[in-house]
């Protein structure tokens, strides 16, 4: 079993920086990925990014990409998600989940482990 705790969520202007930062506890030995998810209201939760914590190749929607960035400090087993240059349209609930062995990318199902989620709202 893995624990994942999600911090970092708040309110934020339209423009604005938010990290946010996922701890995991456990069995952490068998992580392979991390990943970023969010949901917005009204709409499926999608993929955003993620980070092998061997290594750590990054995988990003094309929306993320420039804006955010995924990171992970594997002696705090703890991964980050660097969001800057905040959108109304990135209002979110936003969840890191883990997968352990071999897994897809993007996919929800592919992974094991989720956090209860953090709230982020950027307002215009």
């Known amino acids: 079993q893995v624990q994942l705790v999600e911090s970092g969520g708040g309110l934020v202007q339209a423009g604005g920086s938010l990290r946010l930062s996922c701890a995991a506890s456990g069995r952490t030995f068998t992580m392979s990925r991390m990943g970023w998810f969010r949901q917005a209201p009204g709409k499926e939760r999608e993929f955003v990014a993620a980070i092998t914590w061997i290594g750590g190749v990054t995988y990003y929607r094309d929306f993320a990409k420039g804006r955010f960035t995924i990171s992970r400090d594997n002696a705090k087993n703890t991964a980050y998600l660097q969001m800057n240059s905040l959108k109304p349209e990135d209002t979110a609930v936003y969840y890191c989940?883990?997968?352990?062995?071999?897994?897809?990318?993007?996919?929800?199902?592919?992974?094991?482990?989720w956090g209860q989620g953090t709230q982020v709202t950027v307002s215009s």
């Open positions: 989940a883990t997968c352990t062995g071999t897994c897809g990318i993007v996919r929800e199902n592919e992974y094991a482990y």
